[in-house]
């Protein structure tokens, strides 16, 4: 019992992580990450409109699909299943038509979505990598942004090329990461 509830709490934790900045130090604690991300906030604001709009918008045209949307200085990953060709290269098509994004890497896979014990999976990898990144202290855990989707971590930010290195390393070498994807921009 002590473990499911362990796992559970590791499972929320991506989804509560937003939160915890006000939890640990409210505004104050908000100002210093925002002060560290190397994007503008005008930016931040940016990819969090694009995120919601880019999903409302394939959620009205792809049904069926299990599709997240990530964007980090309007660059936008989209990770998931969806149940056809047709379908993911309509998602790619919504997302690229959405106002300010640059790009889109479009890493759906077709196939059936993905079973609620999978995702959690993902979402103790994506903690896990995280965490290690505060470890590591390497470089700044705020200048990479982490996505686990079936095992895959992807990686997005605006880093130096060591920084990318030292990122990937401590993703590839995470129990439970299958393989790393870059979809960094590089600041040398």
């Known amino acids: ?5 362990t796992l559970s709490c ?8 937003g939160c915890a900045a006000v939890a640990i130090g409210g505004a104050a604690a908000t100002g210093v990450m925002m002060a560290e991300d190397r994007r503008t906030v ?7 409109g694009i995120e919601l709009k880019t999903s409302s918008r394939i959620a009205e ?14 660059m936008v990953l989209l990770s998931g299943e969806v149940p056809n060709e047709a379908a993911k290269a309509e998602a790619e098509r919504v997302a690229r038509a959405v106002e300010n994004v640059r790009s889109v890497f479009n ?3 077709v196939g059936g979505n993905s079973a609620l014990q999978a995702r959690t999976n993902d979402a103790v990898i994506t903690s896990k990598v995280k965490a290690r990144f505060v470890d590591a202290r390497s470089f700044s855990p705020v200048h990479v942004k982490v996505v686990t989707e079936a095992g895959t971590v992807f990686l997005m930010g605006m880093v130096k090329r060591q920084e990318a290195a030292d990122a990937t ?3 590839r070498t995470t129990g439970g990461a299958r393989k790393v994807v870059r979809l960094f921009e590089y600041l040398d």
């Open 10 to 17: 590791i499972a929320l934790l991506p989804v509560v992580s």
């Open 61 to 74: 045209r792809v049904k069926d699909a299990n599709i997240n949307v990530t964007s980090f200085n309007r």
């Open 42 to 48: 005008g930016t931040i604001t940016e990819d969090q």
């Open 1 to 5: 019992m002590r473990k499911l509830i």
């Open 107 to 109: 890493e759906l896979q």
């Open 169 to 171: 390393e401590v993703a």
